[in-house]
């Protein structure tokens, strides 16, 4: 197995700058490696750069600038094969409505390349649930089934890589459930990597492994799911006080507020003052501590810190 499933090196994409037309630098010098076998997360706000990343990676748009490998095939030198190596589920529902499920999946599978003898459409229906479905035409299918589709196309040649954009935008819990679990065991069983994104963070947050934040084109961020938890020194410390707290706690650098139910959120930094001095100031206003609970910053906090000062 190759150590990187994805090498990108200095990608930039411009678009624009012709006549009058002015240029707009979509990917402005993108360094991202992604392990083989892992679940990785490509995660930005809208218009960072993260479709027209995944579209170059896809071989779907030409890059301005630099070098992508995929599983070790140079995209230049070897486009064929860095193309088999890749499968995309695209956000869009771009299916043909005069197809069915099965001829789908059999005419994906034959741009592909993939001898009739080796196709695999019934195992990939059987997976996606749509095994009952497999003679009706796609404009019958509703949403979620259509979305199924996409991911069987995406499986049509075995590609090491899958790529799923946006795959549970608008779907119900029941689908997003099937879909999680196809993902969980593709990348277990088959070592297959997974690149995500999603608007959901935390489905990121409970299935990556590792995370690369884009905006505006540059890759602000990227490690480990729990490193990027630790990245902010966030913390909010939840006391349940033994009786009425008539005077709140002070103390430099912590807020206090009282929530609904009685209890009193305390916010600080863990790098500006210790979890026992802010203890120290809750016994200082008299206040008789029932339980007490310590919370970190999710990865909303995280996606929110970087990208909203950039």
């Known amino acids: 197995m190759t150590q990187d ?16 037309t002015p240029a707009k630098e979509a990917l402005k010098g993108v360094d991202l490696t992604i392990p083989a076998g892992s679940v990785f997360g490509l995660l930005g706000p809208n218009g960072a750069g993260k479709s027209t990343l995944i579209n170059i990676m896809a071989g779907l748009v030409v890059k301005t600038a630099g070098k992508v490998t995929i599983w070790g095939f140079d995209q230049d030198r070897n486009p064929r094969q860095s193309r088999a190596a890749i499968g995309v589920m695209p956000q869009e529902l ?5 197809f069915t499920p099965r001829g789908a999946l059999e005419v994906q599978a034959g741009l592909y390349g993939v001898p009739k003898s080796q196709r695999r459409s019934d195992e990939i229906l059987k997976m996606i649930g749509l095994e009952d479905k497999a003679e009706a ?21 075995d590609p090491q890589v899958l790529v799923l954009d946006e ?16 993902v969980r065991r ?52 939840i ?4 009786g ?12 206090v507020v009282r929530r609904e139910d009685g209890a009193l959120a305390l916010n600080y930094r863990s790098g500006q003052i210790a979890a026992d001095d802010v203890l120290q100031a809750v016994r200082d206003a ?25």
Request: glycine share 8%; charged share 30%.
């Open 244 to 255: 009425d707290a008539a005077q709140l706690p002070q103390a430099p650098g912590v807020e």
């Open 5 to 20: 499933a994805i090498r990108i090196e200095g990608l930039r994409k411009t678009y624009g700058g012709t006549g009058r």
């Open 94 to 98: 771009n299916l043909d409505p005069f």
């Open 239 to 242: 006391i349940q006080p033994d």
């Open 167 to 182: 795959p549970t935008a608008g779907v119900d819990i029941e689908l997003r459930q099937m879909l999680w679990n196809n």
């Open 137 to 157: 035409y796609a404009r019958t299918l509703s949403g979620g089934m259509r979305r199924r589709l996409l991911l069987g196309k995406a499986l049509v040649h």
């Open 186 to 237: 593709l990348n277990r069983e088959r070592g297959m990597t997974i690149i995500l994104t999603t608007h959901y963070l935390e489905e990121a947050e409970e299935m990556c492994d590792e995370i690369a934040i884009i905006n505006k084109g540059e890759v602000v961020a990227r490690d480990s799911t729990d490193n990027l938890l630790n990245h902010l020194d966030a913390r909010t410390m």
């Open 286 to 310: 008299g206040i008789r501590i029932r339980d007490v609970r310590t919370e970190q910053a999710d990865l909303e906090d995280v996606f929110l810190e970087l990208t909203r000062s950039r």
